[in-house]
């Protein structure tokens, strides 16, 4: 039946040597979503939940008490175990306890909480660093897929690793955590460059763009993820505006709706291992096992998961190579062609900047989700370290508390785009929306400060189940936000240079998410507690909501569409990386003369 529908609708003609313009089939989409279902566990029980408490954990087994630097906290854990549950319910409302732990790190005192969100900072900025040295490269060959199996594998090994990481060499889960956490975020931009071009090759897009191209008289080729190309004054002439609108809408709502389907079927298999995770925790607590070792045991399995979900998308993902580039010295050896492609990278990376800088609907939405990234991302690790850290929960709640969330994640990927089709809300709105849901949590958290939920001992998160409610909140917000704001920058993405931007998409991420970690870790340094972080996280959460009302997705394609445009009358045709550069800056010259 797919046979038969697309071959009805032919072929679009490819825009360069090389490229792959079969039809996206039902295998290519099992491909994408197998990755989905590999990596979200690793995204969701690792980076989300036990990542974070096995970093804190094994520093603590090393650590001292703030309180008294003579004092192991694994010695202060013991006491706390014989407390009654009323003895600590009052230690904390009277705040006469300080619970936070001291290690030393190369010569620095810092809380193991802290130890944990430098961790993290310092993993997303390697992260954005490795993304700019192979982001433009993925554009070309197929280096796409290549990569992104290599980030996959060796990300999923790393995983495995933690099992023979002990108390006495924690720095090492230091190490181990910076390239997971870097081969997960990078794994991700490559499958998320992916999702224009399923798009563009999907049959329902193409049976759209039939339609629209019938209407309009036109025979140019169809670039990945938007409508065929003129010159952009063309292209305004000869479309009717409602034609042109109705063929974008469409695109957006597979986009959105492929997107959704990866992120609840990733957060489906993260429950399945959370819940096998505290089967594990709860019978090796039965025998007496250290907890860093049953945290380990669970990170083996989050990688061995990772590693071999990973195979069906080595399996059935097309390379769908782009443009062909080659080196700038053809003769020379494979290191210095290596070398010149990382080189090649950080200039295009630089010209990508230079390029989105003329897309005002792309940098408003950059600047939007650098903050509003920053925000979700500190917000779950601050979470977690709170209810590690004050409110004492154990390794099984926390799991619990992972549960939860992903639990309300997987609703909220497919009860958002059912929300925003019931009240007829764009998706930006859609965003603004889960902004406003996700505001509560840091507001709910400075609540207790107030004098009155002091005294009473709840409200405020000063009791355990209270982060199970915001829980909920988070993890339902989170469904929306994932699957609506990837989909919604495709939509603004010039064609060709999908892995460049979907990078500078995730550089954005990952760039504004080791700044949130680092001050908070600044801020439980110099207080000793958490609780005061959410004043920060208030505010950040806050900002980009205007910013995301006002961008405007349709003039985003249009101005996506005459910057491919400009690209290719410039001369970018892909074949070597002079042309590539000397495109770029031609078109920059020519955007300016368009505006």
């Known amino acids: 039946m797919e046979n038969s529908t697309t071959a009805d609708r032919g072929p679009r003609e490819p825009r360069y040597e090389g490229e792959d313009v079969s039809p996206t089939t039902d295998r290519e989409l099992k491909g994408f979503y197998a990755y989905s279902l590999a990596a979200e566990v690793f995204a969701v029980c690792g980076v989300g939940s036990f990542l974070p408490v096995t970093l804190e954990q094994l520093a603590r087994e090393r650590g001292t008490l703030w309180s008294d630097r003579t004092t192991s906290c694994m010695a202060k ?29 190369i010569g620095l005192e810092i809380t193991t909480s802290s130890f944990a969100m430098y961790t993290f900072s310092l993993a997303v900025f390697v992260q954005a660093l490795t993304l700019v040295s192979f982001s433009s490269v993925a554009d070309h060959g197929t280096y796409r897929k290549k990569l992104l199996l290599t980030f996959a594998f060796t990300g999923a090994v ?47 897009s193409r049976g759209n763009q039939r339609d629209l191209d019938n209407a309009a008289e036109l025979h140019i080729p169809q670039s990945p993820g938007l409508r065929r190309r003129e010159s952009s004054d063309q292209y305004l002439s000869h479309i009717p505006h409602a034609k042109a609108s ?36 709860f019978f090796l607590s039965k025998v007496s096992v250290s907890s860093t070792l049953a945290l380990r045991l669970v990170l083996l399995l989050v990688g061995l998961w990772w590693f071999a979900f990973s195979i069906p998308s080595m399996l059935y993902l097309r390379a769908r190579p782009g443009p062909p580039m080659k080196s700038m010295s053809p003769n020379g050896s494979r290191w210095r062609s290596f070398f010149t492609y990382v080189s090649f990278a950080w200039i295009s990376l630089w010209r990508t900047i230079k390029v989105a800088s003329k897309l005002r609907q792309v940098v408003i939405f950059l600047v939007a989700w650098f903050l509003l990234s920053d925000a979700t991302a500190t917000i779950s690790g601050t979470a977690i370290l709170f209810a590690r850290t004050e409110l ?36 930006n709105h859609t965003i603004v929306a889960c902004i406003a849901l996700m505001e509560i949590i840091p507001i709910y958290g400075l609540m207790g400060y107030i004098p009155l ?16 409610i915001l829980g909920v909140i988070y993890g339902f917000v989170m469904g929306g936000l994932s699957s609506h704001c990837r989909s919604f920058f495709g939509q603004l993405i010039p064609p060709g240079s999908e892995a460049a931007f979907y990078a500078l998409y995730a550089i954005t991420d990952k760039g504004s998410s080791a700044v949130g970690p680092a001050i908070v870790g600044a801020i439980v340094d110099a207080s000793g507690t958490i609780r005061p972080a959410f004043a920060f996280l208030a505010v950040m959460t806050a900002l980009p909501a205007p910013l995301i009302w006002i961008v405007n997705a349709e003039k985003g394609q249009i101005d996506a569409a005459r910057m491919a445009d400009l690209v290719q009358k410039a001369g970018n045709d892909g074949d070597s990386l002079e042309l590539h550069s000397v495109g770029y800056e031609e078109a920059e010259g020519l955007m300016r003369d368009h505006d």
């Open 158 to 204: 790393c995983s495995m690793l933690f099992m023979v990481v002990v108390p006495s060499i924690f720095l090492v889960a230091s190490v181990l955590t910076i390239i997971s956490v870097t081969c997960l975020g990078c794994s991700f931009v490559l499958l998320n460059s992916y999702l224009p071009l399923l798009v563009a090759n999907h049959p329902e």
């Open 453 to 468: 939920f002091k005294a009473w001992g709840v409200i405020g998160l000063q009791q355990p189940f209270e982060i199970y």
């Open 77 to 105: 854990s013991a006491t706390d175990a014989g407390k009654t549950a009323v003895a600590r319910v009052l230690s904390r409302a009277s705040d006469s306890d300080n619970n936070q732990c001291i290690v030393n790190v």
């Open 246 to 281: 109705k063929s974008d809408a469409a695109e957006l709502k597979l986009s959105t709706l492929i997107s959704s389907k990866g992120v609840g079927i990733g957060y489906l298999a993260a429950v399945g291992v959370q819940l096998l995770s505290i089967l594990i925790l």
């Open 392 to 427: 004492k929960m154990g390794t099984v709640p926390i799991a619990l508390l992972s549960i939860t969330v992903t639990t309300m994640g997987i609703a909220g990927a497919f009860v958002w785009p059912i929300v925003a089709r019931r009240f007829h809300l764009k998706t």
